[in-house]
């Protein structure tokens, strides 16, 4: 169900977004049909028709144009599996009523013809072309009972050669209309199929743009959007975020020695197990070439060691055999803790020192950097 909106004239259509659409349009047929009854009172009063054949159809039209819009504005609708704009039933009733105003319209029953295909046109936009055609079929069905009822066996019969040229244009107008309500279908399935198209491409545009292609990490982009909103969300609470970059040791030796095929299989494998290792809500994403940057919000520098700690153990656990036998890979780390929107490029510079500082002291192993030095007040 659509989310409830705030509009005016909710007394009248409600509040709930598809059941506002389904009683305006119940509200557009009902005057529709007022406006027809006004028509078929004018020709009572040209003398074209009795009234006591008149009144009887109108307070069917009206009556039922009433009575579909009380049941969607009072929501009983929704309780049908599907077809809750009742647009078949009241189809039927409009084509009925139509019918009904043609046996006793007289001499100006024509223009009636007009109202029923009105009511076929208007279920065009609404249901399928195979359903259209079978209201089609329906409403060719019952004029042609009604034409042969007043033609052979009515006390005021019409001339059947008049009946004829009606039933003539019907047929072509019915036909017209069911081709055109074909066309239409098509055209909808295929401007469905375009929609969908453009949302599966908007979503590959979204994952390219945010989402690493050989490990399925974020990105460096998104990695850095992650952790501006994690700023943004945390406020002043501490700790803020810690942030660590991670490098693999002798990366280019791999890629040298079992060619970059290889190097790419390390990355991809390192992904995997770092994924199993971080906790959930930490993010991971490739920082570029061999480098991996996590964030993890609301974790202090001794948490962050710690998930390093994990890792690395984790690591050592991972088999590379299937890459190059006896292949072994391991990383060195820094981490820094960011203390406010303002220090995260800092962070993220303090945490590459330290990560330079594991390196030069033996790599496999993460280096905590030095906490940031607290904002200076300043006495007024």
Same mark, same amino acid.
């Given at each position: ?12 259509l ?6 506002r659409?389904r009683?305006?349009q119940?509200?557009m ?6 406006a027809y009854?006004?028509?078929?009172q ?5 003398g074209l ?8 159809v109108m ?7 009433c ?11 929704? %309780? ?5 704009a009742?647009?078949v ?7 009925t009523a ?9 001499p100006?029953r ?19 072309p195979?359903?259209v055609r079978?209201l089609?079929?329906?409403a060719?069905?019952m004029?042609l009972l009604v034409?042969?009822?007043k ?7 019409y001339?059947p050669?008049?009946?004829?040229v009606?039933?003539?244009?019907a ?7 069911s081709l055109?309500?074909?066309?239409i279908? %098509?055209?909808r399935e ?5 929609r969908?198209?453009?949302?599966q ?5 979204q994952?390219l743009?945010t ?14 959007e992650?952790?501006?909103q994690?700023l943004?969300?945390?406020?002043r ?7 660590a ?5 002798h990366f280019?030796?791999?890629n040298?020695s079992?060619g970059?095929?290889a190097?790419d ?7 995997e ?6 906790r959930?809500g ?6 570029g070439g061999e ?17 390093m ?9 991972q %088999? ?8 072994s890979?391991?990383?060195?780390a ?6 406010g ?5 800092a962070?993220i510079e303090?945490?590459?020192a ?5 390196k030069n ?12 030095h607290?904002?200076?007040?300043v006495?007024?």
């Amino acid at each position: 169900m659509s989310e409830p909106v705030s509009e005016p004239h909710a007394w009248l259509l409600g509040h709930e977004r598809g059941q506002r659409r389904r009683a305006s349009q119940a509200l557009m047929v009902l005057g529709v049909y007022l406006a027809y009854a006004v028509v078929q009172q004018f020709e009572v009063w040209l003398g074209l028709m009795d009234a006591a054949d008149s009144w009887p159809v109108m307070v069917f039209f009206v009556g039922g144009g009433c009575t579909f819009y009380g049941v969607i504005r009072l929501g009983w609708n929704l %309780r049908l599996p599907r077809g809750r704009a009742l647009t078949v039933p009241q189809a039927v009733w409009a084509m009925t009523a139509a019918v009904w105003s043609y046996s006793v319209t007289g001499p100006a029953r024509g223009a009636i013809l007009l109202v029923l295909m009105n009511v076929i046109v208007f279920c065009i936009f609404a249901l399928r072309p195979q359903h259209v055609r079978q209201l089609c079929l329906a409403a060719f069905g019952m004029l042609l009972l009604v034409m042969a009822w007043k033609t052979l066996a009515s006390a005021t019969p019409y001339d059947p050669r008049i009946e004829g040229v009606h039933l003539a244009f019907a047929a072509l107008t019915i036909a017209s209309v069911s081709l055109l309500s074909d066309r239409i279908g %098509r055209m909808r399935e295929r401007l469905e199929g375009q929609r969908t198209e453009l949302a599966q491409a908007l979503q590959r545009i979204q994952a390219l743009a945010t989402c690493d292609e050989l490990t399925g990490l974020t990105n460096r982009r998104a990695g850095m959007e992650r952790m501006q909103q994690e700023l943004a969300v945390r406020g002043r609470s501490a700790p803020l975020m810690s942030v660590a970059l991670i490098d693999l040791d002798h990366f280019k030796r791999i890629n040298d020695s079992h060619g970059h095929a290889a190097g790419d299989a390390v990355l991809r494998g390192f992904a995997e197990c770092a994924r199993a290792a971080v906790r959930v809500g930490d993010t991971l994403s490739r920082w570029g070439g061999e480098e991996f940057l996590l964030v993890m919000p609301a974790t202090s520098t001794a948490e962050a060691m710690a998930t390093m700690a994990r890792l690395r153990q984790r690591l050592q656990q991972q %088999r590379f055999d299937a890459i190059a036998p006896e292949l072994s890979v391991s990383f060195s780390a820094g981490v820094a803790e960011c203390v406010g929107p303002g220090d995260l490029e800092a962070a993220i510079e303090r945490a590459d020192a330290a990560m330079y500082e594991a390196k030069n002291s033996g790599r496999d192993h993460a280096v905590a950097a030095a906490a940031p030095h607290p904002p200076r007040v300043v006495a007024a």
